[in-house]
């Protein structure tokens, strides 16, 4: 790409510098720990699923049997219950029912450590397939359908808490042209520390994430996409305390992008940031075996910081999220890092400090596929007012060369969208990309002048904050509140009980050979 903003190349290669720097000894203490969720979601690749009457997942129920039995947890989970499979004879789909209905694998120790190992590479093989197979499927439909999808990706957001009306407002949205469909998930599911099962038909501001819901919004997409010659990409969230999970289920059931950020959990759901340091990377190779996006959660920063004041620490986040992506074995191409066109509208030349920071994140991270986010914070509920600041930001994000383009919407700060308000997204954001298509192409920035000014003070203040960021240390800084003005201590939030340190005998072939096929660890 051709850059504009003259920005210094060697203040880039030292924040990224700094960025490796503040990571790395979080990824030391990552190296010496499961959490609950990863064994739940290594379960889940060699076959476990399903629920006990009363709803509890099979997964949940054989860890927590191991973590009540000797040895405990820090051995891994799939050793048990490759022998459970080998003892019993039965196929995993036939034992995750004797488990649902009460049968505790934990109740004799591990008969043949041996052949259990080798059924437990048998399983983890069949399920690594089936997602290779996943990512293929996607990969021939991209090729088929290449040049059909709009530029950028117009994203659009489904929730209705029922999956088979979300099914009906997805296929309406992409029949008019949404190229991602984003399920939201439910209020709260994040603090849940185990994922429902089955279908779901209600939902307080979102739809429960779960492999059944998965399979049947993929099932509808992939209707439509044969219709209309398409490729629809579905979106879920991949985060909270079964971040590791959801990933699971998300390569399961062939998803494009889920939302998987480093600290996002940590900043905005209290969850631990220990034990959310660990999920995010065993999470973040599952999406990188399985070809699926990551879309980050910076945009967030600036609904509780002021976003001229702190633009520079959206840029910082996206530094230490690329830094924790590529430690994942995640390719350039998959991380939909996220900003968003968040300047109070009173500011002047408001909008150029908005393109500045837009033109800004594209050159830094040329490869990434970057994911835009429209103005929410100073949307009031004059629908007038808020069309006009959405088709401001469609400008800046087709301007700039955007990736992911989350469609605004006019009655936001009213209510849940109607189809027709995203209707009149839609509609409104390809007439001001399409009457602009060659825009980016006819446009430099004045040497001396406000845009690249803006962008090259950004970039020196991100460059500080990482430096005083790699003195205190990652943990230490979000302690301090650096990130998004929110403290949380090393210690606290949520989900800290299911961190357990692996020991020496420590066995996870999920992880061993997703770490052999990305080419990182060991």
């Known amino acids: 790409m051709r850059k504009k903003l003259g920005l210094s190349e060697e203040k880039i290669a030292r924040a990224r510098e700094l960025a490796s720097s503040i990571v790395s000894p979080i990824m030391e203490f ?8 990863v064994e739940r979601a290594t379960l889940r690749i060699a076959g476990a699923d399903g629920a006990d ?11 927590d049997s191991i973590r009540a039995s000797e040895p405990g947890l820090g051995g891994g989970a799939l050793l048990r219950y490759a022998d459970a499979v080998l003892r019993s004879g039965l ?9 649902a209905a009460g049968l505790d694998i934990c109740e004799r120790p591990v008969s043949d450590a041996a052949a259990a190992r080798g059924k437990a590479m048998e399983l983890v093989s069949l399920g690594l397939d089936r997602i290779t197979r996943n990512r293929s499927r996607r990969e021939e439909k991209l090729r088929e359908f290449e040049g059909r999808n709009n530029d950028p990706l117009l994203y659009l957001i489904v929730a209705t808490g029922n999956i088979h009306e979300d099914v009906k407002q997805a296929r309406a949205a992409a029949l008019k042209g949404a190229d991602v469909i984003a399920v939201i998930r439910t209020t709260a599911q994040s603090l849940l520390d185990y994922v429902p099962y089955g279908a779901t038909t209600e939902g307080f501001g979102g739809t429960y994430a779960t492999q059944e819901n998965f399979r049947i919004m993929r099932e509808a997409l992939d209707e439509v996409a044969e219709r209309e010659r398409r490729y629809i990409r579905l979106t879920n969230y991949a985060s909270g305390l079964c971040m590791p999970e959801i990933a699971a289920m998300g390569a399961l059931e062939r998803l494009d992008m889920m939302l998987n950020d480093s600290m996002y959990g940590i900043l905005f759901r209290d969850i631990n940031m220990y034990r ?4 995010q990377r065993f999470s973040r190779m599952i999406n990188a075996f399985a070809g699926i996006t990551i879309n980050t959660g ?17 840029l910082a986040s996206q530094f230490l999220n690329e830094r924790f992506a590529r430690e994942a074995g995640l390719p350039a191409g998959l991380m939909g890092l996220g900003h968003a066109f968040e300047m109070d509208p009173s500011i002047k030349d408001g909008f ?11 050159e830094i991270f040329p490869e990434a596929p970057l994911k835009y986010m429209p103005p929410t914070k100073f949307m009031s509920g004059d629908v007038f007012q808020g069309l006009v600041m ?19 919407m006019l009655t936001e700060a009213i209510h849940t969208p109607f189809m027709m308000d995203r ?11 399409n009457s602009m298509s060659s825009f980016a192409d006819e446009v430099e920035f004045r040497e001396g002048g406000l845009v690249r000014a803006r962008a090259a003070e950004v970039l020196e203040q991100a460059l500080s904050f990482l430096d005083e960021i790699e003195g205190k240390g990652l943990m230490e800084a979000i302690a301090a509140g650096m990130f998004a003005d929110v403290r949380r201590p090393k210690d606290g939030g949520k989900g800290l009980e299911g961190l357990v340190k692996k020991s020496p005998d420590y066995w996870n072939p999920v992880e061993a050979e997703l770490e052999r096929a990305l080419g990182i660890g060991g």
């Open 53 to 63: 009457p009363d709803g509890v997942p099979v997964p949940n129920k054989i860890v």
């Open 352 to 362: 150029l400090y908005e393109l500045a920071q837009a033109e800004m994140a594209r």
């Open 276 to 279: 959310t340091f660990v999920d």
């Open 91 to 99: 196929a995993p789909e036939a034992l995750n029912e004797r488990i």
């Open 30 to 37: 990552v190296e010496g720990y499961t959490t609950v969720a």
């Open 423 to 433: 209707f009149i997204g839609l509609e409104t954001a390809k007439y001001v990309m």
């Open 390 to 408: 959405d088709s401001m930001f469609n400008f800046a994000s087709k301007a700039t060369g955007q990736g992911i383009h989350l469609l605004g």
């Open 298 to 314: 910076e945009d967030n920063y600036l609904t509780t910081s002021d976003a001229f004041e702190n633009a520079h620490t959206v």
